[in-house]
């Protein structure tokens, strides 16, 4: 007998993706913020977002923060961002989530490194020296494996929960 497809995730699973991609953000954003206070050269992806908030401000016709007010909305507006797009490693099969981890955290690093100078952010806080750069890869590479991570846990916790036998729908 042929089975029909699976149905699609329950939009509450969907809700639940925020989760692994939340733990990814915060790992990547606790790497950025302690190696600035450590490392002589770290990428200073914190500026460039500080540079794009500001530059997205004044767009739409406000006056931005200064100082350490703008530092904590950047961090705020990272965890936000980085959360969401990490959240794409738990929606999906749940086959490969390691894998998919792994390739949106090199695209985002990629992403990080390549987009500033060509949206006028500058270049020198995410490749300041080839180092800086294949720091910030790689740091967006461990982002995306930590959500991956948290994904796998979020998916053995469901499959505990879940009844046996075949879902009624």
């Not at 530059?55 to 200064?66: E, H, L, N, S, T």
């Not at 080839?130 to 796998?152: D, F, I, N």
């Amino acid at each position: 007998m042929i089975e029909p497809p699976a149905p699609p995730a329950p939009p509450r699973l969907v809700f639940r993706a925020l989760g692994p991609g939340l733990v990814g953000a915060t790992a990547l954003t606790l790497v950025h913020e302690g190696a600035r206070r450590v490392l002589k050269h770290p990428p200073r992806m914190d500026v460039l977002g500080m540079r794009a908030l500001e530059k997205g401000i004044r767009f739409f016709g406000g006056v931005p923060a200064k100082g350490r007010q703008l530092h904590r909305q950047t961090l705020a507006g990272d965890l936000l961002s980085n959360g969401l797009f990490f959240s794409l490693v738990a929606v999906g099969r749940p086959q490969r989530p390691y894998l998919r981890g792994a390739v949106l955290g090199l695209l985002a690093g990629l992403g990080a490194v390549v987009l500033p100078p060509r949206m006028g952010l500058g270049k020198a806080p995410s490749r300041a020296r080839p180092s800086t750069a294949w720091l910030t890869v790689a740091w967006y590479t461990l982002g995306g494996l930590a959500a991956a991570r948290a994904t796998k846990r979020l998916l053995a916790r469901r499959d505990i929960t879940l009844p046996l036998g075949r879902p009624v729908g």
